[in-house]
């Protein structure tokens, strides 16, 4: 699923691209990623709207239109945005030659938004999990921004918090952005155990973890995110995030650190990666 930086990748492309664009039309063959609105109202809504800005909040994409509504969308588990020129031809949408075209994973349009440039934003998600709609403001129940908070507040969000630190780190309500890939990282160059209870955390324990989040979240943007499995950016090309992970996935193999096996358990339904010798409970 993408998170926080694959997201924030998305977003920063779509602001040098696309602001000031209009949309022109909009195409489905999946009308059930969208949501409140029937397809045809959807449809109607956006079609003569501009783009006036673009944001984010955890892991959903905020396109500001000039009515001042909003586009949202949730990329889900195997979603992500492309930007391009297709050809609809046959019932089907033909990508340039290249990445668009190369790449499996881009072939999965189930929803195109057309520009008044001659360009379409895209929507290839192979599993149709997307979430899209539009709203009228943004009112999300989500914490903070993990690359927004400094490390007191972010140590004030455990005063009291009770549960595993790995599935707290994964709560979109206690803090927005991160999944199952980052807080396994995020923890393993912490040193600390993803089922640790939160209350046995002290201030140096939150503050490596506080560090780590801001450094491996920051990394990722910087490497274009994760494409471990499903997400590219916009041009449908990989990032690199996943070629420098240390636990995710790596379970059988030797930790970097200590030469130990890293380890797999199932963790609140999701597969989870630690080194158990770095890792110690306390």
Sequence with gaps: MPELPEVEI???GLRKEVIGKTFSDVWTDTKKLVKQDSFEDFK???????????GRRGKNILIYLDNEEILLIHQK????LLLGKWKFENNVWVPPVGPLSDDRVNGYLHIVFSLDDGRQIAL????????????KDVNFDLGPEPLDIDFNSFKDLFKRKK???KQILMDQNFIAGIGNI???EILYLSNVHPEESANKLDEKDLKKIYDNMQFILKESIRLKGDSFSDF????????GFQNIMKVYQKNGKECEKCGAKILRINLG??????CPNCQKKK
């Design 10 to 12: 998305i977003v920063r």
């Design 44 to 54: 109607r809504k956006l079609i003569g709207r501009k783009i006036v800005s673009i």
């Design 77 to 80: 588990i195997s979603g992500h």
């Design 124 to 135: 290839s998600d192979q599993r149709k999990f997307a979430k899209i709609e539009i709203i």
């Design 163 to 165: 549960g595993k630190i």
């Design 182 to 184: 980052y807080a396994s």
């Design 232 to 239: 590219r950016d916009l041009n449908g090309e990989k990032g």
């Design 269 to 274: 339904g999701r597969g989870t990666f630690f």
